[in-house]
């Protein structure tokens, strides 16, 4: 896992591209995470699965009751060091320091 200040040190900027649609509720609320996202619209079992634990090639709209609607889209799937097709869900749980 990435410690945050270690990374604060190594990376002075962070850019972040998400959806036009999205702003206002990241103004309200922060960026979140994919796993935060379906966490806060209430997202569970096979219907969390399906949007979590794959790659998203398309956007994917998710909806709940009293909140805005909320894009979630992957960059490309990338390499690791070890030559490994790595998804960003992989990624995302490196370094939030979860088994994946």
């Not at 190594?10 to 979140?32: D, S, T, V």
Request: glycine content about 8%; hydrophobic content about 40%.
């Amino acid at each position: 896992m990435v410690e945050p200040d270690a990374f604060a040190r190594a990376y002075l900027q962070i850019f972040h591209m998400a959806e036009r649609e999205n702003w206002p509720a990241i103004l309200e609320r922060g960026l979140l995470s994919t796993s935060e996202l379906l966490d806060l619209y209430g997202y569970t079992g096979a219907k969390r699965e399906a949007i979590e634990a794959r790659h998203r090639p398309d956007c994917v709209t998710i909806q709940a009751p009293g909140l805005p609607s909320a894009v979630i889209r992957d960059p490309p799937a990338r390499r690791a060091h070890s030559g490994k097709l790595v998804s960003p869900h992989q990624r995302e749980g490196v370094l939030l320091g979860r088994e994946v």
